[in-house]
């Protein structure tokens, strides 16, 4: 595998697992078409796409909190992890009717 692409695999690894750790994020999303995702071998990371010059973020969140709220978090969470890659996130779905934390889930 090219470095590369080891280095996207583990960026889009960390940044994926960092993002569903947040309380209002349910998951992630590829998007629409698909396109939000890192292609891996073997595989994708889906819901993060790391490019060369950018992160680009999907994500299903909870209902309840203002949805630029939401996403400011979850670019906050993936800038540390971007290395230097502008972070762009956008939010795919709402759900509604979901406990107030992972834990009454």
């Known amino acids: 595998m090219p470095a590369n692409a080891?280095?996207?695999e583990h960026v889009s690894s960390?940044?994926?697992l960092r993002v569903?750790?947040?309380p209002d994020v349910v998951e992630l999303s590829s998007g629409s078409f698909g396109t939000l995702a890192t292609p891996l071998p073997g595989g994708t990371v889906d819901g993060v796409a790391v490019r060369d010059d950018i992160v680009e973020v999907g994500v299903v969140v909870?209902?309840?909190r203002p949805l630029p709220?939401?996403?400011a978090d979850v670019q906050a969470a993936v800038v540390p992890l971007a290395e230097g890659r502008a972070v762009h996130v956008s939010v795919e779905d709402v759900i509604a009717g979901l406990p107030e934390t992972?834990?009454?889930r």
Do not use: K, N, P, T
């Open 69 to 71: 709220e939401v996403a």
């Open 102 to 104: 992972r834990e009454e």
């Open 14 to 16: 960390r940044i994926a």
């Open 20 to 22: 569903r750790a947040l």
């Open 62 to 64: 909870r209902y309840g």
């Open 6 to 8: 080891e280095a996207r």
